[in-house]
């Protein structure tokens, strides 16, 4: 099955400062989907891409899906406490019915 | 999306002993997925279950150790057989809804073993 890499691993951020974090798959991806766990919490579905090129918003968070669709990231604007957890990203290769869970980026904010 | 009421929350176990985890999801599904996430680490798939036929099983992962059931389409249990302190970690239950509602996750069971 396909690997999915996720950068970085941790991101401290000041409140109201951006970040983004990026994920790679090694083959092509059918559809890649954004999950939130906040601590001590199961994971929750956020989104999911599916076209090459997709940009899909939520408030402050901006999904992209690379136009090869290899490639994801997740860009928050204006960090707010409420967004502290772990981001998985997870890829489902196009004959896969199976999920495959990026590291996770780990944000911590700053107040 | 689906509910998922997985059970118990947590639990400590002593070596040796084998705990069962159950997931009843409030509508019907085809497969059933079992991961584990180790204390800071992502989430490993486990197993697929699906009703009426034996698991399919993740490269690591046995049935000796992690005997699944699925009686049927709403309910799956996982066996975490024979417990060393290596199997301390959280395992989490899932269910695809459709094809654009992604995973939903039973709330999880932490187990510590000792």
């Known amino acids: 099955g396909q690997q999915v890499m996720q950068i970085p691993q941790y991101q401290h951020v000041q409140e109201g400062e951006d970040f983004t974090t990026y994920c790679n798959s090694s083959?092509?991806?059918?559809?890649i989907q954004w999950y939130k766990q906040r601590p001590g919490g199961h994971p929750v579905f956020l989104i999911q891409?599916?076209?090459?090129?997709e940009v899909k918003k939520q408030k402050r968070l901006t999904f992209q899906f690379g136009e090869a669709k290899k490639n994801s990231s997740l860009h928050i604007t204006a960090t707010q406490t409420t967004d502290v957890g772990t981001y998985f990203c997870?890829?489902?290769?196009?004959?896969?019915?199976?999920?495959?869970f990026g590291a996770g980026t780990t944000v911590t904010v700053r107040a | 999306s689906a509910v998922i009421s997985q059970k118990p929350s947590r639990d400590i176990c002593q070596r040796g002993t084998s705990l069962t985890i159950q997931c009843q999801v409030d509508?019907?599904?085809?497969?059933m997925f079992w991961y584990r996430q180790q204390p800071g680490q992502s989430l490993t798939l486990i197993a697929t279950a699906n009703q009426g036929s034996e698991a399919t099983y993740e490269s690591g992962f046995v049935i000796d150790k992690f005997p699944i059931s699925r009686p049927n389409l709403t309910f799956s249990t996982l066996t975490v057989s024979n417990m060393s302190p290596e199997d301390s970690s959280i395992y989490l239950c899932?269910?695809?809804?459709?094809?654009?509602?992604?995973?939903?996750f039973g709330s999880g069971t932490r187990l510590t073993v000792v």
């Open positions: 997870a890829g489902k290769g196009s004959n896969d019915y199976k999920l495959s």
């Open positions: 899932s269910v695809e809804i459709g094809l654009h509602y992604g995973y939903t």
């Open positions: 083959t092509t991806l059918s559809n």
């Open positions: 891409l599916v076209k090459s090129g």
């Open positions: 509508s019907q599904v085809t497969m």
